[in-house]
């Protein structure tokens, strides 16, 4: 089958949640499908990425380069007309010709759309040709949990903005045939009369490649890692630091953390101490996990599946987490990892682990197999290749 993806950033490196989901699911369709991409991009393609990505694509691959003024253009643009920042941020006119160009000369059998920030793309074409999108998480939730906590001069433009969100989610259920996302917590956030109708397709992990590495010395008693210029991130890295790890010191002075990820905000960066270790980018994050006794995953704020988890079970680490996270994970507390919700039952995990090695031991072998068993980018990509049809 032919088929046209559109992604709303290059697929590699693997540092952002949608970048891997994307990755992967056209790792598993080019073994079967002429794959056309089409992706836009705030920023250069390497010449390591494009070699990663490019012989998945035997249909072409097309990057459309999107700069600062253009941006800024088009952003003023969505404010203008009533769409929301997040889609204007990545639609330019230039790009939307580019689009029309390849449905017309490519003449794809489907169209796969990650994210409702490519969606505007397609608007135009609904109904000329079977189009997927996936959600994958819910903006506007997202987004409006954000508002409650920003700060006051925020609040007005970021509840704003989350409500052209829910507003478009719903408006762009009607333009594919087909429709998933990554949880079902997050499909209940759809607010379209027929959201049972997404699919949830799960992510996935390379099990061959996160596996314990038992050669890496435990350098740091606690662990959390992720793209560290992301808001829910950004807000669980200075809870955890700020709030939980003194209430764990309390009992295991010595005790030390390592924030791990690429991009650290100057939020982050501002939690480094003589306990907190905030190492920015890492060359490979398993290093990190490997480095670590627990990992800790303590979100209070966006939506979606932690790949942070998948990727610490997968590697033998004791995980806690808070409810949000686990809703998604789908983990049973207690057997598969700790959930927790208060600073105080979050560090009450943490040093029940750390007391008890035997424990922990025996918790992460069932998290590991759990993951294993549950998250697989073949069968999650074959749930998603069957609505291609």
């Known amino acids: 089958m032919k088929l046209l993806v559109l992604l709303s950033r290059f697929p590699y490196p693997l540092d952002k949640g949608d970048k891997l989901r994307a990755f992967h699911q056209l790792k598993y369709l080019a073994q079967r499908h002429e794959i056309c991409l089409f992706t836009v991009s705030d920023e250069a393609v390497t010449p390591e990425a494009d070699a990663a990505v490019r012989p998945l694509c035997r249909g072409g691959l097309h990057v459309h380069r999107l700069y600062r003024p253009g941006i800024a253009a088009n952003m003023a643009r969505a404010l203008a007309t009533g769409r929301p920042l997040q889609v204007g941020y990545f639609y330019d006119a230039a790009a939307q010709k580019r689009v029309d160009e390849l449905l017309r000369t490519f003449r794809p059998a489907h169209v796969y759309c990650q994210l409702i920030r490519m969606a505007e793309y397609l608007r135009s074409h609904a109904g000329r040709v079977p189009m997927t999108l996936d959600y994958m998480d819910v903006f506007s939730a997202g987004v409006a949990r954000r508002a409650t906590q920003a700060p006051l001069w925020q609040r007005p433009v970021m509840a ?143 939506t979606g599946l932690q790949n942070k988890l998948l990727e610490a079970m997968a590697m033998h680490l004791p995980c806690v987490t808070t409810p949000l996270a686990n809703n998604a994970l789908g983990g049973t507390s207690g057997q598969e990892l700790c959930v927790a919700e208060t600073a105080e039952a979050i560090a009450n995990d943490i040093v029940g682990l750390l007391d008890t090695p035997a424990a922990a031991d025996a918790m992460a072998a069932r998290g590991q197999d759990f993951v294993k068993a549950r998250y697989t980018w073949a069968g999650a990509t074959a749930q998603l290749e069957a609505l291609f049809g």
Do not use: C
Not at 264 to 274: D, F, G, I
């Open 160 to 302: 704003l903005e989350a409500r052209r969100l829910l507003a478009y989610e719903a408006a762009a259920f009607d333009w594919f045939q087909h429709h998933t996302i990554i949880s079902d917590q997050d499909r209940q956030l759809i607010q379209h009369p027929r959201r049972q109708e997404i699919r949830v397709v799960l992510n996935g992990i390379d099990a061959e490649r996160f596996r314990p590495m038992p050669e890496v010395a435990k350098e740091y008693e606690v662990l959390f890692s992720g793209n560290m210029s992301y808001h829910p991130n950004v807000d669980a890295a200075a809870f955890l630091a700020e709030e939980i790890m003194p209430l764990v010191r309390a009992r295991h002075p010595e005790a030390r953390l390592l924030v791990a990820g690429t991009t650290p905000a100057p939020r982050v960066q501002a939690l480094a101490s003589a306990h907190v270790v905030v190492s920015g980018w890492v060359p490979d994050i398993r290093a990190a996990y490997a480095s670590a006794r627990v990992f800790v995953a303590p979100m209070r704020v966006g």
